[in-house]
Nanobody, 126 residues
Framework: QLQLVESGGGLVQPGGSLRLSCAAS????????IGWFRQAPGKEREGVSC????????KYTDSVKGRFTISRGNAKNTVYLQMNSLKPEDTAVYYC???????????????????WGKGTLVTVSS
């Protein structure tokens, strides 16, 4: 069974950093495009960042450009989201998702991912 598991969430002060991890079981992430999404209380889910299977293509939503970095781990079965200069408005449940093609990463909101994790909570507060 294909599963994605997010980790690394927690409570951080404004201006702080967190690194989220997305790990897979049942398949290898290096064959899939991976997206990070978030959903804040009372808001719709938002596509945050996306990376191709090779890692050569990355994309970010405007609100996180210059602050967040998506990358693939050397072990090839983990994808990271490094989040710096965090703001209270970054507070949300963060999800990773996988797709066998790059197509979702090219769409608005990265719509069309096939596999989803259950999320990890990030809270930015003083």
């Amino acid at each position: 069974q294909l599963q994605l598991v997010e980790s690394g969430g927690g409570l951080v002060q404004p201006g702080g950093s967190l690194r989220l991890s997305c790990a897979a079981s049942g398949f290898t992430l290096d064959s899939y495009a991976i997206g990070w999404f978030r959903q804040a209380p009372g808001k719709e889910r938002e596509g945050v960042s996306c990376i191709s299977s090779s890692g050569g293509f990355t994309k970010y939503t405007d609100s996180v450009k210059g602050r967040f970095t998506i990358s693939r781990g050397n072990a090839k079965n983990t994808v990271y989201l490094q989040m710096n200069s965090l703001k209270p408005e970054d507070t949300a449940v963060y999800y990773c998702a996988a797709a066998p093609t790059l197509s979702p990463c090219l769409k608005k909101g990265y719509y069309g991912m096939d596999y989803w994790g259950k999320g990890t909570l990030v809270t930015v507060s003083s």
